[in-house]
C-alpha cells in the first residue's frame, strides 16, 4: 500500500435489532474523534434502505500512516469497543488514491461532506438562549410550590424538569434556527480559501 497516496477504508457493518438510534449517535461521535486526528480527510455512512440493518462506512486519511496511527490510537479502540454490544463488522476494503471514492457499477456510495464545528463560545450562545428564558420562566412557575424547600431540593426539581426539555425540544430547534451562524466558516479561513 502506498504510503503517499489518500487511503480510504470502507467497512460493511450489521446492527443488531433496535440499536438504529445508538448505531446512528456512535457514527457520529467517531466522527468527531477521527476530526481532530492528524490526516483525516472525512467520513460517512450509508444504509441501503430505510429498514436495512447493513451499514456501509468510510473513512479516509492522507496516507497509509496517519491512518495506521488512527486505527492503533485508544480513541478508536475505545470508541470501537463501545459498540460491540450492537453490531458486528461484515466487511473492510481499503483503497488507495481517489478510487476509494467511487463505486462499482450497481454499488452505492456516499459521501457525506466535512461539517464545520462551531467554537465553543457560539456552542455557549446557542446554549444559553433557550437555556435562560426556560430558567426563569421554570424558577417563576415553581418558585410557589418550591420556596420552603431546602435549595438542593427545589434546584433538583428545576434540573429534572429542564434537562429533558432543553435536550429533546429546546436545543435542537434553536440548533436548527441557528445552523447557518453555527456552521458558517470563520472569516480568516474563508479569506485564505478564496485567495
Known amino acids: 500500500m502506498s504510503h503517499e497516496h ?4 470502507s467497512v460493511a457493518r450489521t446492527i443488531l435489532p433496535g440499536y438504529t438510534r445508538q448505531a446512528n449517535a456512535w457514527a457520529h461521535a467517531g466522527q468527531e474523534l477521527a476530526r481532530e486526528w ?12 430505510v429498514d436495512s440493518t447493513e451499514w456501509h462506512m468510510l473513512y479516509r486519511f492522507a496516507d497509509a500512516e496517519s491512518l495506521q496511527e488512527w486505527e492503533d490510537s485508544e480513541e478508536r479502540r475505545w470508541w470501537i469497543d463501545s459498540a460491540r454490544d450492537m453490531m ?3 466487511r473492510v476494503e481499503r483503497h488507495t488514491g481517489i478510487e476509494g471514492w467511487f463505486s462499482r457499477p450497481g454499488d452505492v456510495s456516499v459521501v457525506v ?3 464545520v464545528v462551531p467554537p465553543r463560545w457560539k456552542q455557549a450562545i446557542s446554549i444559553f438562549l433557550p437555556f435562560f428564558p426556560l430558567s426563569l420562566l ?11 424547600w431546602p435549595l ?3 434546584v433538583l426539581l428545576n434540573i429534572v ?19 447557518p451562524w453555527l456552521q458558517a466558516k470563520p472569516r480568516r479561513k474563508r479569506r485564505m480559501q478564496a485567495s
Open 138 to 148: 421554570a424558577n417563576f412557575l415553581l418558585h410557589p410550590l418550591t420556596q420552603d
Open 113 to 115: 461532506p466535512e461539517t
Open 6 to 9: 489518500p487511503v480510504t477504508v
Open 161 to 179: 424538569i429542564l434537562t429533558p426539555l432543553m435536550t429533546y425540544i429546546f436545543l435542537p430547534i434553536t440548533t436548527r434556527l441557528l445552523q
Open 38 to 49: 492528524p490526516g483525516y480527510l472525512g467520513s460517512g455512512w450509508v444504509r441501503n434502505g
Open 88 to 90: 458486528e463488522t461484515t
Open 152 to 154: 438542593v431540593f427545589a
